[in-house]
C-alpha cells in the first residue's frame, strides 16, 4: 500500500481528475442503465403507458389562467349571493347567514335554547304582575311540555309562543300552536290520564322538571317547582290524607335531598314513592314494590325506595299520583298507566 | 505508468465500495437527475422510441442503444460539477491512507 499512497500523492492533479471522471461516468452508465431496464420492464409488463391521457381529457382539465377565476375555472365568492329557502319559515335566507338562521328557526342550537329561555325568563317576569299563577303556567308550559313532545324532544322549544317577535295575538293560541294536545288541561279535575297512551304517560311521568341541571342543558320553565297537572288544593289534600291533619304544606317542595330519609315521620312519603318508579322500573324492582305494598307500609324495602328515590328525586312533585297508584294495585295487578284522578275522586 | 493508474484506479474503486461512498454518491445522482426533470426527458424519448420499434418488439438492448447516449448527453451541468467535486473530495480524503 506504501507505493500506492506515494503514487498517490505523486500522481499530478491530470491523472486525479481522470480518475474521477471516469469515476463519474460509471456512475451515470449506471443510473441510464438502471432506467433502461425500467422502461422495459414497464413495457412488458403494460403498464408503461397508464399515465397517459387522451386528448380530449387533456383539454377538459386544462390549467384556467383568467383573471377572477382558480385554476380549476370556478368563480370565488359564487356562492355569497345564493339564498336558500328555510324549510321551517319558508324565508328566503342568504347562503352564509342560512347555518344560524336554521338553528334559532327549528330551536335546536346550543345557543337557541338559551336565547329562549331567557325570553321566557323575561315575558313571565313582565306578566307575574298581570295574571294569576295558574294561568301563567298554563300558558308558559305549553311549549315544553304537551306541544313540543310531539316532536320527540321533551325540552323543545319550538315556536316558543312566548318569543317578543310574535305578534300578541298568538299569545291566546297556544293551544293550537302547539299541536292539539292530547290532554285536556283543566285546572280543577287535573290531567285526564285515559286519554294517554302509556308510552306518553312514561315519557310525561318520568321527565319532570329537574332543577339540579343547569338552565342551558334543557329547555326549562324557570319559574315554578310545582307541576302544572295539578293544584294546590289537590297537593294539600293528599298531603292530608296520608300524613294527617298536621301535615305543613311546603311552599317549595324543598325535600329533594333524599339521601337522609328520617325513619320517623317520611315513612308515609316512602311508601308513596314505591310508586313512583312502577311504571318506568324494571319488573323486578315493580315485583319488589308489589310485595311490601301488599304487607303494608313496611321499612322492608326502605333501602331500595332510598335507591329509588336518589333516581326519581324529582319525582316528589308527583307524589300525589303516587299515592293514587298505592290504592289502585290491589285491584289490578300491574296498570300501565295508573288513572290518577281516582284518588282525587275519592277525596273531592 | 499505465498499470499504475490502473491498478491506482482498482484501489480506489474498492476503497469506494468499502466505505459505501459509492452507493451514496448513486443515490445522490439519482435524486439530483429526478430532481432536475432528466428522468422525465429521458421517458419522453423513449416514449418515442417504442412508438417506432412497436411495443411488442421493444428488447432491452435496443433501449441501452438508444437511450444511454441522450441519458448521458442531457445530465446538467450543474449535476455534473457536484458529483465530480464529491469524488475529488473522497480521492483527497482516501489519499493519506
Given at each position: 500500500?506504501?507505493?500506492?499512497?506515494?503514487?498517490?500523492?505523486?500522481?499530478?492533479?491530470s491523472?486525479?481528475?481522470?480518475?474521477?471522471q471516469?469515476i463519474?461516468?460509471?456512475?451515470?452508465?449506471?443510473?441510464?442503465?438502471?432506467?433502461?431496464?425500467?422502461?422495459?420492464?414497464?413495457?412488458k409488463?403494460?403498464?408503461f403507458?397508464?399515465?397517459?391521457?387522451?386528448?380530449?381529457?387533456?383539454?377538459?382539465?386544462?390549467?384556467?389562467?383568467?383573471?377572477?377565476?382558480?385554476?380549476f375555472?370556478?368563480?370565488?365568492?359564487q356562492?355569497?349571493?345564493?339564498?336558500?329557502?328555510c324549510?321551517?319559515?319558508s324565508?328566503?335566507?342568504?347562503?352564509?347567514?342560512?347555518a344560524?338562521?336554521?338553528?334559532?328557526?327549528?330551536?335546536?342550537?346550543?345557543?337557541?335554547?338559551?336565547?329562549?329561555?331567557?325570553?321566557?325568563?323575561?315575558?313571565?317576569?313582565?306578566?307575574?304582575?298581570?295574571?294569576?299563577?295558574?294561568?301563567?303556567?298554563?300558558?308558559?308550559?305549553?311549549?315544553?311540555s304537551?306541544?313540543?313532545?310531539?316532536?320527540?324532544?321533551?325540552?323543545?322549544?319550538?315556536q316558543?309562543?312566548?318569543?317578543?317577535?310574535?305578534?300578541?295575538?298568538l299569545?291566546?293560541?297556544?293551544?293550537?300552536?302547539?299541536?292539539?294536545?292530547?290532554?285536556?288541561?283543566?285546572n280543577?279535575?287535573?290531567?285526564?290520564?285515559?286519554?294517554?297512551?302509556?308510552?306518553?304517560?312514561?315519557?310525561l311521568?318520568t321527565?319532570?322538571?329537574?332543577?339540579?341541571?343547569?338552565?342551558s342543558?334543557?329547555?326549562?320553565?324557570?319559574?315554578?317547582?310545582?307541576?302544572?297537572?295539578?293544584?294546590?288544593?289537590?297537593?294539600?289534600?293528599?298531603?292530608i290524607?296520608?300524613?294527617?291533619?298536621?301535615?305543613?304544606?311546603?311552599?317549595?317542595?324543598?325535600?329533594?335531598?333524599n339521601d337522609?330519609?328520617?325513619?320517623?315521620?317520611?315513612?308515609?312519603?316512602?311508601?308513596?314513592?314505591?310508586?313512583?318508579?312502577?311504571?318506568?322500573?324494571?319488573?323486578?324492582?315493580?315485583?319488589?314494590?308489589?310485595?311490601?305494598?301488599?304487607?303494608?307500609?313496611?321499612?322492608?324495602?326502605?333501602?331500595s325506595?332510598?335507591?329509588?328515590?336518589?333516581?326519581?328525586?324529582?319525582?316528589?312533585?308527583?307524589?300525589?299520583?303516587?299515592?293514587?297508584?298505592?290504592?289502585?294495585?290491589?285491584?289490578?295487578?300491574k296498570?300501565?298507566?295508573?288513572?290518577?284522578?281516582?284518588?282525587?275522586?275519592?277525596?273531592? | 505508468?499505465?498499470?499504475d493508474v490502473?491498478?491506482?484506479?482498482?484501489?480506489?474503486?474498492?476503497?469506494?465500495?468499502?466505505?459505501?461512498?459509492?452507493?451514496?454518491?448513486?443515490?445522490?445522482?439519482?435524486?439530483?437527475?429526478i430532481?432536475?426533470?432528466?428522468?422525465?426527458?429521458?421517458?419522453?424519448?423513449?416514449?418515442?422510441?417504442?412508438?417506432?420499434?412497436?411495443?411488442?418488439?421493444?428488447?432491452?438492448?435496443?433501449?441501452?442503444?438508444?437511450?444511454?447516449?441522450?441519458?448521458?448527453?442531457?445530465?446538467?451541468?450543474?449535476?455534473?460539477?457536484?458529483?465530480?467535486?464529491?469524488?475529488?473530495?473522497?480521492?483527497?480524503?482516501?489519499?493519506?491512507?
Amino acid at each position: 500500500m506504501k507505493m500506492e499512497e506515494m503514487s498517490l500523492s505523486g500522481l499530478d492533479n491530470s491523472k486525479l481528475e481522470a480518475i474521477a471522471q471516469e469515476i463519474y461516468a460509471d456512475l451515470v452508465e449506471d443510473s441510464c442503465l438502471g432506467f433502461c431496464f425500467e422502461v422495459h420492464r414497464a413495457v412488458k409488463c403494460g403498464y408503461f403507458f397508464l399515465d397517459d391521457t387522451d386528448p380530449d381529457s387533456m383539454k377538459d382539465f386544462e390549467i384556467v389562467d383568467q383573471p377572477g377565476l382558480d385554476i380549476f375555472g370556478q368563480v370565488f365568492n359564487q356562492w355569497k349571493s345564493k339564498e336558500c329557502v328555510c324549510p321551517n319559515c319558508s324565508r328566503s335566507i342568504a347562503a352564509s347567514r342560512f347555518a344560524p338562521h336554521l338553528e334559532k328557526c327549528l330551536g335546536m342550537g346550543r345557543n337557541s335554547s338559551r336565547i329562549a329561555n331567557r325570553r321566557i325568563a323575561n315575558s313571565n317576569n313582565m306578566n307575574k304582575s298581570e295574571s294569576d299563577q295558574e294561568d301563567n303556567d298554563d300558558i308558559n308550559d305549553n311549549d315544553w311540555s304537551y306541544g313540543s313532545e310531539k316532536k320527540g324532544l321533551w325540552y323543545l322549544p319550538f315556536q316558543n309562543p312566548n318569543s317578543p317577535r310574535r305578534s300578541k295575538s298568538l299569545k291566546h293560541k297556544n293551544g293550537e300552536l302547539s299541536n292539539s294536545d292530547p290532554f285536556k288541561y283543566n285546572n280543577s279535575t287535573g290531567i285526564s290520564y285515559e286519554t294517554l297512551g302509556p308510552e306518553e304517560l312514561r315519557s310525561l311521568l318520568t321527565t319532570v322538571r329537574d332543577q339540579g341541571r343547569g338552565e342551558s342543558d334543557y329547555f326549562l320553565p324557570t319559574r315554578s317547582l310545582r307541576c302544572p297537572q295539578h293544584t294546590d288544593e289537590q297537593r294539600r289534600t293528599v298531603r292530608i290524607y296520608f300524613l294527617g291533619p298536621s301535615a305543613v304544606f311546603p311552599e317549595v317542595e324543598s325535600s329533594l335531598d333524599n339521601d337522609s330519609f328520617d325513619m320517623t315521620d317520611s315513612q308515609a312519603l316512602i311508601s308513596r314513592l314505591q310508586w313512583d318508579g312502577s311504571s318506568d322500573l324494571s319488573p323486578s324492582d315493580s315485583g319488589s314494590s308489589k310485595t311490601s305494598e301488599n304487607q303494608g307500609w313496611g321499612l322492608g324495602t326502605n333501602s331500595s325506595e332510598s335507591r329509588k328515590t336518589k333516581k326519581k328525586k324529582s319525582h316528589l312533585s308527583l307524589v300525589g299520583t303516587a299515592s293514587g297508584l298505592g290504592s289502585n294495585k290491589k285491584k289490578k295487578p300491574k296498570p300501565p298507566a295508573p288513572p290518577t284522578p281516582s284518588i282525587y275522586d275519592d277525596i273531592n | 505508468m499505465r498499470r499504475d493508474v490502473q491498478i491506482l484506479r482498482a484501489a480506489i474503486n474498492q476503497k469506494l465500495i468499502e466505505t459505501g461512498e459509492r452507493e451514496r454518491l448513486k443515490e445522490l445522482l439519482r435524486a439530483k437527475l429526478i430532481e432536475c426533470g432528466w428522468k422525465d426527458q429521458l421517458k419522453a424519448h423513449c416514449k418515442e422510441v417504442i412508438k417506432e420499434k412497436g411495443l411488442e418488439h421493444v428488447t432491452v438492448d435496443d433501449l441501452v442503444a438508444e437511450i444511454t447516449p441522450k441519458g448521458r448527453a442531457l445530465v446538467p451541468d450543474s449535476v455534473k460539477k457536484e458529483l465530480l467535486q464529491r469524488i475529488r473530495t473522497f480521492l483527497a480524503q482516501h489519499a493519506s491512507l
